[in-house]
T-cell receptor
Framework: SQQGEEDPQALSIQEGENATMNCSYK?????LQWYRQNSGRGLVHLIL?????REKHSGRLRVTLDTSKKSSSLLITASRAADTASYFC????????????FGRGTSLIVHP | KAGVTQTPRYLIKTRGQQVTLSCSPI?????VSWYQQTPGQGLQFLFE???????NKGNFPGRFSGRQFSNSRSEMNVSTLELGDSALYLC???????????FGPGTRLTVL
């Protein structure tokens, strides 16, 4: 089973709106990373947040981490059509082998 | 810095054949990981190499193997191809475990 699970599976919004995606995981982690993947291509790293951090920002992206709830959220503000992609969270279990485990992703469509 | 490169980008093989995929990591990165991505199973970890040694291995049959050279370049090999091996194979490099992984564009393998 997947360590991380994104929610929702699909999200459709209009340009300019905010998009929020959530990730839940099962075991304690060292860090959590968010990636973007455009259709059938490689993954692009967005943000890494460590288990002792609660929030990080990068441009229009804001990531929060709640280790007590074993969940993270990715907020994209003022979305653009170019943000259309699949978004994945990846976690590596603490005390383990540091192998990132990916969820199945959220497919985001931003309509111009 | 040049990004992670993967060759070939597309490959068509028939059942029973074998295939070798190549990955050149970002300069200075010693960790190379391989992933298989399919619509049904999502992104699954294959193995990770560091300084020419396999450090971690995912839950894949022995038909999947890999190696890393002294210049950190890595290859993965799949023998006796099956239809279910059709997938996007992604390579990622990082400085070390737990650090941000940078992905290549992937090799799209189709097994007929």
């Amino acid at each position: 089973s997947q360590q991380g699970e994104e929610d929702p599976q699909a999200l459709s919004i209009q340009e300019g709106e905010n998009a929020t995606m959530n990730c839940s995981y099962k075991t304690s982690i060292n860090n959590l990373q968010w990636y973007r993947q455009n259709s059938g291509r490689g993954l692009v790293h967005l943000i890494l947040i460590r288990s002792n951090e609660r929030e990080k920002h990068s441009g229009r992206l804001r990531v929060t981490l709640d280790t007590s709830k074993k969940s993270s959220s990715l907020l994209i503000t003022a979305s653009r059509a170019a943000d259309t992609a699949s978004y994945f969270c990846a976690t590596d279990a603490s005390g383990g082998s540091y192998i990132p485990t990916f969820g199945r992703g959220t497919s985001l469509i931003v309509h111009p | 810095k040049a990004g992670v490169t993967q060759t070939p980008r597309y490959l068509i093989k028939t059942r029973g054949q074998q295939v070798t995929l190549s990955c050149s990591p970002i300069s200075g990165h010693r960790s190379v990981s391989w992933y298989q991505q399919t619509p049904g199973q999502g992104l699954q970890f294959l193995f990770e190499y560091f300084s020419e040694t396999q450090r971690n291995k995912g839950n894949f049959p022995g038909r999947f193997s890999g190696r890393q050279f002294s210049n950190s370049r890595s290859e993965m090999n799949v023998s006796t191809l099956e239809l279910g091996d059709s997938a996007l194979y992604l390579c990622a490099s990082s400085i070390d475990r737990g650090a941000t992984q940078f992905f290549g564009p992937g090799t799209r393998l189709t097994v007929l």
